[in-house]
């Protein structure tokens, strides 16, 4: 540790004390950064791990972890698929000698991050331990318990273990010797039977922290920080109090009074306003509340656990509400009315800053890498996060210069003021003749669900959409559009992709940020060529946006309408990374939409390929 840290943004110098005390800067919040000593040429860590012939692409990204995680700081990195980022990463931070606490999203990439552990393991005689730490669902070993979801896990758990139900040891210190090196699910799980432990405690508190696939953690976070009261969730929690000899009114009386707040639109009022409409239904402050209702829980779950029933309560779930409410800072959030998926009434109260959560947890890492595929904008994702002293890096793609090629045609748009059904039928022309000289599958991605409807419409009357057969075809391949739930859009999918593989192919019509630009894959020829009609802006009508868009701007100096734009950008990205899954595999792009031309640097570096191609109108 140097004898003092200066602030990278302000100038600000701090003593070693204040650094272990807060990451962030006395003066201005920017991130503190501590390099070590040691790092650059002479690290050569990374150089004996990394099991493959590395690219330069590859070399340079593994310096910049080595340097800029391993001396204590934040890189934030977006590289293509098919880079190599997990096998990277993870050269680069064993190479350091430090523990590493590794997250994703998905089994599949868990199951990618273990066997990328063992491939190093096996090409540099090496011994390093992988833990993979899943959700308590996977992972609870007690029947009483394992099945249950969410925060209904956690109670049921934390009231075995309070009570002493548990068999399995929660309280563990270090990790038990004889744990393989490599640790599944599966094998994690079995060594908890044998050891009588339970696998989801058995927490490896890390050093370096990997954030993969870490492109929507700002929406994570605030979801995380975020809760939601229903009418349904006080009716149960009524009842429940009923049974334990207490009176419901205070739940009915919660209850009342988000009937009486929800209407057929959405509502909005300011966490101020919330608190105290609750203090004045209750009749009380919130803290008073809970303190009051706090020993119920408890009888309510012995009571079920007598009756043999899982030892929910719905009460601990209104109090839980009531107590983030209380204890949170009120100019970060904001109230939404409105009705949930299943009817009932609901109030949520949303976080509205993604920092709150981020900013604990990069402080608790003594050095952070968040990396995915599509993080651009870059400096706008880490200013939104609060993390503006961190690096940022974007690689290019590691495909051949062929593999990636851009369009952008800027004679087209889907901006709201000008769609016309001239305009609409010249997108649909654009999109066959492209169409045209893709082999195999394609993908066309549409802002919303209604102007797909309306494009494929409108193009069918005009002649672009043709039929041949019974079936509708689009450029000289079969169309396809996305089903309207999970399970019709497996059924179109399977047909989509079997069709894909033949000739002339198969083009599938879908709306961005839905099930097909965010959670499916389309290798190889699934997907040779993808269509953006438009840009994908959020709702601007929907409120919650626009509170969210009011709170940048508050708190963040007029960030709003820059942080508009790159959620809009980010989704575009998103579709584009659909197509790109591996270092052999190639797709190109149609950008069609003005607008994109005009913001090129918000697109991902991989994706513009060896630079984009602008098509404007003849003069
Ligand atoms: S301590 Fe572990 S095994 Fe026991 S209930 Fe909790 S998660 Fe399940």
Redesign the pocket.
Known sequence: MPASITCPSCGRTHAPDEYDESRFCRACGALLEVRAAGHGDEAKGWKTLFPYEPYPQQVDFMGDVERVVGGGGILVAEACNGFGKTVSALSALLGLGRQIVYTTRTHDQVRQVLQEVERINHHAGAGFTAVNLAS?EF????P???GAHGREAQE??NA??KDDK?P?R?EILEPPPGLPLILTPKALSQAGRRLMI?P??LDLEGKLLVLDEGHNIDQVGQETLSDTLSGRTLETAAEEVKAVGGSRAHMRRLSGYIEEEVGDVPRLKRAEELESDLCAALGSDLTTFTEHYASMVDKIRERKLRRGEPPVSYLSGVLAFMELLASSRKDRYVAIYRRGPYGSNQVEYRCLDPSLALKPIVESASGTLIMSGTLSPLKLFAETLGLEGSELRSYPSIQSPESVRMVVDTRVTSAYRERSDEMMLRIGEVVANGLEKVPNGALVFFPQRELMGRCLDAWGVKGVVKVRGGILHLGGKQLFREGADARQNEAVLERYRATALTSPGAVLACVFRGRNSEGSNFPDEQARGIFLVGVPYANYGDPVVRAQIAYYDRARGGMGQRWYTMDAFRAANQALGRGIRSREDWCHYWLLDARYAANLDLISAWAKGGGAEIVAEEP
Do not use: V
């Open positions: 308590r992972l609870c070993l007690n009483d318990c394992r049921i758990c075995l273990r548990c399995y929660s339970c989801y405690f």
